[in-house]
């Protein structure tokens, strides 16, 4: 693989979201996918999604909150009924990546974003080799407008990878909204 030049300005960001089965990317798994592709504008790109099939052995290794959650949200059942094999995933989600950004590398960008990136690194090395050591994290700019400016953004909880992703670029909008001068 040629070595990608991560000083290049970068013209995209990757949104990406995981559900998993805990946040141990030892033990747990990754169970979803949603990745979207926006400009500087927040204007989507392109968007996927994956749900991934993992044994039952691997779903009960899951942590009580996980298994409560994507058991209320329909999740664990499309694992099991419409899970698509990992490495396939693994590599569709590649040439996702590869075909926006190309020799750009991918900014990955969402909330608490680190984790998700722990979890790539362990289970999607391919995926890992395509991203820029640099990431976006909204939680970052959530603890600066919470503490010191008392502004909140109020995002659903339905802990589903899309509509997650569709959060966290809906609140990165509002406080730079904010940050501008405009009404939140």
Do not use: C
Not at 15 to 39: F, K, Y
Not at 55 to 75: C, F, I, P, T, Y
Not at 106 to 121: C, E, T, V, W, Y
Not at 157 to 184: M, N, T, V
């Amino acid at each position: 693989m040629t070595e990608i030049d991560k000083t290049i300005v970068p013209t995209k960001l990757l949104w990406v979201d995981l559900e998993m089965t805990g946040l141990d990317a030892q033990n747990d798994v990754i169970l979803e996918v949603a990745a979207i592709v926006t400009d500087f504008d927040f204007k989507v790109l392109d968007k996927y999604e994956a749900v991934i099939w993992q044994s039952d052995e691997a779903l009960e290794r899951g942590n009580e909150w996980a298994k409560q959650q994507h058991a209320s949200s329909g999740l664990l059942e499309r694992v099991r009924m419409a899970g698509r094999p990992e490495s396939d995933v693994t590599h569709e989600l590649a040439a996702f990546v590869n075909a926006h950004f190309g020799d750009e590398p991918a900014i990955l960008a969402g909330n608490s974003i680190h984790n998700d990136r722990i979890f790539i690194k362990r289970w999607w090395p391919e995926v890992e080799d395509l991203l820029h050591y640099r990431m976006l994290d909204v939680s970052s700019l959530k603890i600066i407008m919470q503490a010191k400016y008392g502004v909140p953004f109020e995002k659903t909880e339905d802990h589903r990878a899309l509509g997650d992703i569709e959060a966290s670029i809906a609140e990165l909008k509002f406080y730079l909204k904010w940050l501008r001068g405009g009404s939140a």
